[in-house]
């Protein structure tokens, strides 16, 4: 490698720095512009340097380690984590400006950066393997070269293969990833499903009862691209299928999940939106969302920390979701004018009021300097409308998230 100052990406990247705080909730750091720092002495390592966009000093200065668990999630954002409680997040501007630092990344960790194999573990760091390392040279060609074999899709293997997802064998770090990147690359999720269909029409109820313990196993895999293939349109559904077919449930008492979803979460634009992209974040940050409160069990500690991928996956959606809206040059005016419609109908209004308290609940996900900016026109917006203002601010510290709001489902 070569050992010049920097390595040949844009120099001026423009990032969000995140760091996940005790609450397992991510604590806006900062925006900066990244680097990727070759080594100018042997055995030192590349580093990730992010300098305040505001004074210049160092928001980051993290070394690329060969063990440690990176992953690229919704093309713009790199996670990882240094030490048991330290984990880190940086949002980039750009989609290129990701695509550069994560090439840099996988260059010194010696893997293909367009295969996508990052390692499943990456936000609980619970195997001495992936504990940080100063020497960058040491050789990863054991692990890279490891495999799982997975057990074809057919009826008669389920039970081998609910017993490769078992809750006690993915405990292991090493083992999560192995399993979570031989699902990756033998679509083996679409397998899985169109056997459940199968099983559903059989009424075969043993089978449904592993394939929900092995649908939600691959949940906790804890990975970012397995994540993104669990809940996107095509498949959802099927995922809450085979979630609804929890073993200590009979027939009688299982939840009707997909019904609800497609009968009574009913979608409803209190002020339409014409963004395509923005509405399908929203109808899937609503479905994951519900997964992660009324479908999986209340997770262990353990299970918890598996399931951060889940919560930055919410997380940086509610970012998009509330940036979109606020750089909308017309949807604020648009709402404003709504409600100061005299003939608007008292329940039209009730759901524009709701749905900007929680849109002032989304917008502090927002950099501190962007969030100011939000609420000194939003309050200059509401024009002295002291009952309003009340209703809004009333409860805006607390947890609680109306139905009728910006996802607007009920």
């Known amino acids: 490698m070569s050992s010049s100052s920097t390595r040949p990406s844009n120099n001026r990247t423009r990032v969000k720095l995140y760091t996940l705080n005790e609450e397992r909730q991510w604590d ?8 990727c720092l070759s080594p100018t002495t042997p055995n030192t390592c590349y580093s990730i340097i992010v300098k305040s966009e505001i004074d210049g000093s160092t928001l980051l200065e993290s070394k690329i380690q060969l063990h440690t668990n990176y992953q690229k999630q919704q093309e713009t954002l790199i996670v990882w984590s240094e030490g048991e409680k330290y984990d880190l997040a940086l949002s980039f501007q750009e989609k290129a400006c990701c695509d550069d630092i994560w090439e840099n990344i996988c260059d010194v960790q ?5 295969t996508f194999l990052t390692n499943a573990n990456n936000l609980t760091n619970d195997s ?47 083992r999560r990833d192995l399993l979570a990147r031989a699902v990756e690359s033998e679509n083996y999720i679409k397998k899985l499903l169109d056997l459940f269909h199968i099983c559903e029409d059989l009424e075969n109820i043993d089978s449904l009862h592993q394939l929900y313990e092995i649908i939600r196993s691959i949940f906790y895999l804890n990975k970012s691209t397995l994540f993104e293939i669990l809940c996107n349109d095509e498949y959802i559904m099927d995922i809450v ?7 200590q449930l009979t027939i009688k008492t299982k939840r009707n999940h997909r019904e609800f979803l497609n009968k009574k979460a009913t979608f409803k634009e209190v002020i339409p ?9 929203i109808h899937q940050t609503y479905r994951i969302q519900y997964i992660q409160d009324a479908i999986l069990p209340t997770p262990s500690l353990f299970e918890e920390n598996l399931l951060s991928t889940m919560n ?26 709504t409600l100061k419609d005299d003939n608007l109908l008292d329940d039209k209004r009730k759901d524009l ?22 609420f000194q026109k939003f309050f200059l917006m509401l024009n002295n409308n002291f009952i309003l203002i009340k209703f809004l601010t009333d409860d805006l510290t607390n947890n609680y998230i109306s139905k009728a709001s910006i996802l607007n489902l009920k």
Not at 110 to 114: A, L, Q, R, V
Not at 141 to 153: C, D, G
Not at 353 to 374: A, H, I, P, W
């Open 353 to 374: 009021m709701l749905f900007l308290k929680e849109f002032c609940v989304f917008s502090q996900t927002l950099q501190q300097q962007n969030r100011d900016n939000f």
């Open 110 to 114: 010696g893997k293909d950066s367009s």
């Open 28 to 35: 806006d750091r900062g925006t900066g512009f990244v680097t």
């Open 241 to 247: 299928g085979c979630l609804e077919y929890e073993p």
């Open 273 to 281: 939106i014409g963004n395509q992209e923005l509405l399908g974040k």
């Open 128 to 174: 001495a393997i992936y504990e940080s390392d100063d020497d960058c040279g040491e050789s990863n060609e054991n692990y890279l070269s490891s495999t799982i074999s997975l057990p074809s899709v057919e009826l008669s293997q389920l039970h081998d293969i609910c017993n490769l997802f078992s809750p006690d064998k993915v405990r292991d770090a090493t």
């Open 312 to 337: 930055s996956f919410l997380f940086f959606n509610k970012v998009e979701i509330v940036t979109l809206l606020y750089e909308d040059p017309k949807f604020l005016s648009q709402l404003f004018a």
